[in-house]
């Protein structure tokens, strides 16, 4: 049976914010404080769906989360009305109320893992949210996620979701942005490369010094597990801890893969030659593989991080040809531009570059790669999933005016705590569970 592989991507939340949330990632850090535009990085996104549904692919679209997140609050004392613990946590403790406030939901690349049935012992596609523990605005994600997830893949004959990793730094997961999948064919068995960031048990092995390795391997091995792979499926690779110091945050900044390709830098992975050969045994020789391994002196790191080189996704056209979606950021940097050019010339399956804004995204440290999560699905399992969230000329309409309805254009860190934000956020939701045909996944509905 034939499968494809469709991606999910995140619908910006309506109080998107640059609040500089995420030590070790650059981005975040750089534009900590400016005034974001909810609206346009809503709109942004859409573009891109819409743009990748009308190149034939199967594009999906994962709801944002509730926020503020008044739970969170409460759960930290903060109590009366919904409008009084907003205003109490940001007076007197604003470092948490930014945290609650974070739209990163839209980051869909962390929302799970996710395994294709074609790998998986039970012949299901298996999901496990990630419990994203490394940043506290982040660990408010996976329950939600969870809710979201089982609502558009509703049908257990042909999905399975488990329930996030213990929440526990031991076990820190990120999901699908230290995942990746390489395959022959959609279809068929394929081998799932973890990059994992450092051991939680073994603290004498190799791990970054300045700014925290976000997954662990034993993370890594729990999903593996869960999702009943074989030790001939899987490859777990370490990420270069000189590179996570510079600012690689998840592997997706430094390596993306798809199909038969591994577009990855030289200085993505520690003990990269034995990584890559394990790769290729398990890969096996009935097609090419391609390595596509970009040089520190053709790209440099800090270059890579800048402009997102690699978090750009790697997609097969409906006619084969392999094409790269990256941030126009890849476009505007003259070395960068002239590298993706001239690879495109080369003998490898990469045909073509399509540039895309999404600079609201980007400010925050999250291109292309981030703002979409990968399911593999063959046709009956595709048949199986809630036709309300998949792109179509007429929900990119919906969406569009749900955002021009609900969404502001200028959002600054005072405006978080305006208690009339929190009633916008909550009536765009209502209004698109119900556009999603998702039940009632928030907490404010249940
Ligand atoms: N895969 C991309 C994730 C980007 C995300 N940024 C943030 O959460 C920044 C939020 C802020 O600083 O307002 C992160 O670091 O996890």
């Not at 609040?19 to 709109?43: C, F, I, T, Y």
């Not at 679209?61 to 109590?79: C, K, M, N, Y």
């Not at 390595?291 to 997609?315: C, G, H, P, R, W």
């Not at 993706?340 to 073509?352: A, D, V």
Request: proline fraction near 4%; glycine fraction near 6%; charge should be negative.
């Amino acid at each position: 049976m034939k499968a494809y592989e469709a991606n999910f991507d995140g619908l910006v939340g309506p109080t998107h914010n640059y609040a500089g949330l995420s030590l070790g990632n650059v981005a975040s850090l750089n534009n900590a404080r400016n005034h974001s535009s909810p609206k346009q990085a809503a709109k942004q996104g859409l573009q891109k769906m819409k743009a990748l549904h009308d190149l034939g692919m199967v594009q999906g679209v994962l709801a944002p989360q509730e926020r503020p997140d008044i739970s969170a609050l409460r759960r930290l004392g903060f109590t009366g009305s919904d409008a009084e613990v907003m205003q109490s946590a940001a007076s007197k403790a604003p470092e948490i109320y930014r945290a609650v406030c974070s739209a990163s939901s839209m980051w869909t690349a962390n929302a799970a893992t996710v395994s294709p049935s074609a790998d998986a012992a039970d012949g299901r596609v298996h999901f496990t949210p990630a419990n994203l523990t490394n940043k506290y605005h982040r660990s408010l994600e996976p329950s939600t996620t969870g809710r979201i997830l089982q609502a558009m893949f509703a049908n257990n004959q042909y999905f399975a979701h488990h329930q996030h990793l213990p929440d526990n730094d031991h076990f820190g997961d990120e999901g699908a942005a230290n995942h990746t999948r390489l395959c022959s064919d959609y279809a068929k068995n394929g081998v799932e490369l973890f990059v994992y960031g450092r051991y939680a048990f073994d603290s004498s092995k190799p791990a970054p010094q300045r700014f925290p390795a976000r997954q662990t391997l034993e993370a890594s091995q729990a999903i593996a597990r869960l999702h009943g792979l074989t030790e001939s499926n899987t490859v777990f690779l370490q990420q270069n801890p000189a590179v996570i110091d510079q600012g690689v945050f998840h592997n997706d900044v430094i390596a993306v893969g798809n199909r038969n390709v591994l577009f990855f830098h030289e200085h993505a992975f520690l003990n990269k030659q034995q990584g890559l050969q394990e790769i290729q045994r398990k890969f096996g020789d009935a097609s090419p593989l391609h390595f596509i391994e970009v040089a520190d002196k053709q790209v440099s790191v800090a270059d890579a991080i800048s402009t997102y080189l690699f978090n750009t996704q790697l997609i097969n056209l409906p006619n084969d040809d392999m094409v790269i979606i990256a941030p126009t950021e890849c476009q505007e940097h003259a070395g960068v531009y002239r590298y993706l050019t001239e690879l495109c010339q080369q003998n490898t399956p990469i045909k073509e570059v399509k540039y895309f804004d999404v600079k609201q995204s980007m400010q925050n440290g999250g291109g292309p790669a981030c703002l979409r999560l990968r399911v593999v699905l063959n046709e009956q399992e595709r048949a199986a999933v809630n036709p309300a969230v998949l792109m179509s000329e007429q929900l990119f309409v919906t969406l569009n005016n749900w955002v021009d309805k609900h969404y502001r254009d200028r959002l600054t860190e005072a405006d978080l705590a305006d208690p009339q934000l929190l009633i916008e956020s909550r009536t765009a939701l209502d209004e698109l569970t119900q556009i999603m045909q998702l039940g009632s996944v928030y907490s404010f509905q249940r």
